[in-house]
């Protein structure tokens, strides 16, 4: 495949007005404030994107907005995860034919596969597309866990040209890189581990954190890469109080208000996540004051 996948790719918030409606120019100016944050790609409609709660329609019209604004800058990858193989199908060929460069696939939630119906999933997703297909590890959300003996299998597929682990466990991660080929990306989806996956050779992040400080994100890959790994570790330790704070809300809100608070439009998560408790909002405000993103 001719796109290679790197770098730091935010897994954009899905911008939305006080009646939970997609807010399209918020979701224009989200995407340029990501790539003037020197961010080397885009991933709408992904777990930080509220994929569970959006319509097909409304998915494809996010990935339509992001790949007009995006005019070609930076790569656009999208999420097509679902529980069937039959809809992630579906949801994959729509990427394609909204533009998306490539997509990523949540493995199935609420059920739990064996390994070979996992693979027969993914190799059946990969054969219905032209695009470049990233598996999503997540198991933390959906239950089901990606091992490496499934990843070295399904490296094999053409297509299949990395993976998303946001499993947190960095001997996971490890084993993924060294038992697929030199060319699949491993990429970073627990934001405190971008370092690390980078120090055992994976290829950078799908990163929920670098909506809010893409600067600061893009700083641990773009010195990794230039060799300065001092300057990389720090930028890495200064991110870590951001995705700490993760805890402060009901996944995906936290994000969302940190976004609002530093002037950037993202509006309120789909019901039934509610807004943050104002003491949490005081908590998450001095997160954002002692990183230098607020005054």
Request: proline share 5%; glycine share 10%.
């Amino acid at each position: 495949m001719s796109l290679e996948i790197k770098g730091i790719i935010p897994a954009m918030v899905t911008p939305m007005d006080q009646q939970g409606r997609i807010n399209e120019s918020a979701l224009r100016r989200l995407t340029n404030y990501l790539i003037e944050g020197g961010v080397h790609g885009l991933f709408p409609v992904g777990s930080q994107g509220e994929f569970y709660a959006l319509t097909p329609e409304e998915k494809k019209r996010v990935i339509e907005i992001v790949v007009d604004e995006t005019r070609g800058r930076v790569p656009v990858y999208a999420g097509t995860g679902a529980i069937t193989t039959q809809e992630t199908i579906a949801l994959t060929k729509m990427a394609e034919s909204a533009g998306a460069q490539a997509v990523s696939v949540l493995t199935p939630f609420f059920i739990n596969p064996s390994e070979q119906e996992l693979l027969e999933h993914y190799t059946a997703v990969a054969k219905s597309t032209n695009l470049p297909v990233l598996l999503y590890n997540n198991p933390g959300r959906t239950g089901c866990k990606i091992s490496a003996s499934l990843v070295e299998k399904a490296a094999k597929v053409d297509n299949i040209v990395g993976i998303k682990d946001s499993s947190g466990d960095m001997t996971l991660t490890a084993e993924f890189i060294r038992r697929t080929p030199k060319g699949f990306a491993v990429l970073a989806g627990r934001d405190t581990l971008i370092y690390g996956t980078l120090c055992y050779g994976g290829k950078g992040s799908i990163t929920a954190t670098a909506n809010v400080a893409p600067r600061l994100v893009s700083e641990i890959y773009d010195a990794f890469v230039a060799g300065d790994l001092k300057r990389s570790l720090e930028a890495q330790f200064k991110l870590a109080p951001l995705r700490l704070a993760f805890d402060l809300g009901t996944f995906p809100v936290v994000i969302k208000e940190a976004l609002n608070m530093i002037g950037i439009e993202a509006g309120i998560a789909r019901a039934p996540v509610g807004t943050m408790s104002d003491e949490k909002k005081k908590e998450l405000r001095q997160v954002l004051v002692e990183m230098g993103l607020l005054q």
